[in-house]
């Protein structure tokens, strides 16, 4: 079983649509939790930080739920710059800070 | 915020030359650096934790003879292609995390590297 797994899409939803991802994670004793984006071509940038039971950023929501080990984030009014890919990134835990990639997963907005 | 840069952003070379990245927090100091790379279509993988003053960890199947990594001072660390063959081309990028005791990692724009 992968560390981290994450559907790859591609997720292609109109314009407004809301839109969801879920990430598995094998290692119960992961601490951290991020969702990264990541446009064609570039290197990946900070979306949101997930520490606890979840946070919420405007039109983004990410969920934790340690006891079935996922997260998930949410996207509402989705926009055509909402497209890229999704990176859910997940450090090791037991002292360790070294970040686990998921495979990322493909959303595509269109008008 | 956090800025982290990386040089050169492309690059091309022939076959059995070497190669060097460098990587650089420009505001703060990076205690541990990473390096990744990125296939087409791929997800990022780690090829090495690179720590200040000491010997990078490199991930299994990673060869830590052809991937150079010297992390010289708090604010640079480099990758070193060496003797680089096509199917080392690839994006190459770097992040890293301010301190020891936090797990927010700033990426660099990457490299992209060509080998002909």
């Known amino acids: 079983r992968k560390e981290v797994e994450q559907d790859p899409g591609p997720f292609n939803v109109p314009e407004g649509a809301t839109v969801a991802f879920n990430c598995t994670y094998s290692?119960?004793?992961?601490?951290?939790f991020f969702w990264y984006r990541q446009d064609c071509r570039k290197e990946p940038k900070l979306l949101m930080s997930?520490?606890?039971s979840g946070n919420e950023d405007g039109r983004f929501t990410a969920q934790l739920n340690r006891a079935s080990q996922y997260i998930s984030l949410l996207i509402r009014d989705s926009k055509l710059s909402d497209s890229a890919t999704y990176l859910c990134?997940?450090?090791?835990?037991?002292?360790?800070?070294?970040?686990?990639f998921g495979r990322g997963t493909s959303l595509i907005v269109h008008p | 915020g956090a800025v982290v840069s990386q040089h050169p952003s492309w690059v091309i070379c022939k076959s059995g030359t070497s190669v060097k990245i460098e990587c650089r927090s420009l505001?703060?100091?990076?205690?541990?650096m990473f390096w990744y790379r990125q296939f087409p279509k791929q997800s990022l993988m780690l090829m090495a934790t690179?720590?200040?003053?000491?010997?990078?960890?490199?991930e299994q199947g990673v060869e830590k003879d052809k991937f150079l990594i010297n992390h010289a001072s708090l604010t640079l660390s480099t990758l070193t292609v060496t003797s680089a063959h096509p199917e080392d081309s690839s994006f190459y990028i770097c992040?890293?995390?301010?301190?020891?005791?936090?797990?927010?990692?700033?990426f660099g724009p990457g490299t992209r590297l060509t080998v002909l």
């Open positions: 290692n119960s004793a992961s601490q951290s």
């Open positions: 505001d703060f100091q990076a205690t541990t």
């Open positions: 992040s890293a995390q301010p301190g020891t005791f936090t797990d927010t990692q700033y």
């Open positions: 997930v520490y606890s």
């Open positions: 990134v997940v450090n090791g835990g037991g002292g360790s800070y070294i970040p686990t």
């Open positions: 690179s720590n200040e003053g000491s010997k990078a960890t490199y």
